[in-house]
């Protein structure tokens, strides 16, 4: 879809998503290599390994005004079912890991990859749904 047939809740949603997205990367990379934080005392060091987590809330929030403020229903409805669906596999892939964890000798999942992962299933998903509903 080209930027011009973008619905004005599409362009908000940009605007709201790429900054954040920005921040999140920028934050991620100092903490961790421009200015590693190991050797900061607990404090500060809880505090900086927490600032990535601001931008993913900002990047939820804008997902979420996206659906409200999207005039198109069917979009919405789209968006809604492989945004559950997205969530459903992240629930059912965790859910798998945690008994192999248990059970067998695999090593712990690194949470601070979930967000990344459903966003990967998200667009997996949402490509998923556009062609069932073609």
């Given at each position: 879809?080209?930027?011009?047939?973008?619905?004005p809740a599409n362009r908000?949603?940009?605007?709201?998503?790429?900054?954040?997205?920005?921040?999140?990367?920028?934050?991620?990379?100092?903490?961790?290599?421009?200015t590693p934080i190991e050797?900061?005392?607990?404090?500060?060091?809880?505090?900086?390994?927490?600032?990535?987590?601001?931008?993913?809330?900002?990047?939820?929030w804008a997902m979420a005004?996206?659906?409200?403020?999207?005039?198109?229903?069917?979009?919405?409805?789209?968006?809604?079912?492989?945004?559950?669906?997205?969530?459903?596999?992240?629930?059912?892939?965790?859910?798998?890991?945690?008994?192999?964890?248990?059970?067998?000798?695999?090593?712990?999942?690194?949470?601070?990859?979930?967000?990344?992962?459903?966003?990967?299933?998200?667009?997996?998903?949402?490509?998923?749904?556009?062609?069932?509903?073609?």
């Amino acid at each position: 879809m080209s930027r011009s047939k973008w619905s004005p809740a599409n362009r908000r949603y940009q605007r709201r998503f790429w900054p954040a997205m920005i921040a999140y990367v920028a934050l991620v990379v100092l903490i961790s290599w421009v200015t590693p934080i190991e050797n900061l005392p607990d404090g500060p060091k809880h505090a900086a390994a927490l600032l990535p987590v601001i931008p993913i809330g900002v990047v939820i929030w804008a997902m979420a005004r996206l659906l409200e403020e999207q005039e198109d229903e069917y979009f919405r409805l789209l968006q809604a079912r492989s945004m559950l669906l997205a969530t459903g596999v992240i629930l059912l892939g965790a859910t798998a890991w945690g008994f192999l964890q248990e059970y067998t000798d695999l090593p712990p999942f690194p949470v601070i990859i979930l967000f990344p992962c459903w966003c990967a299933a998200w667009s997996l998903t949402s490509a998923w749904v556009a062609w069932r509903a073609r």
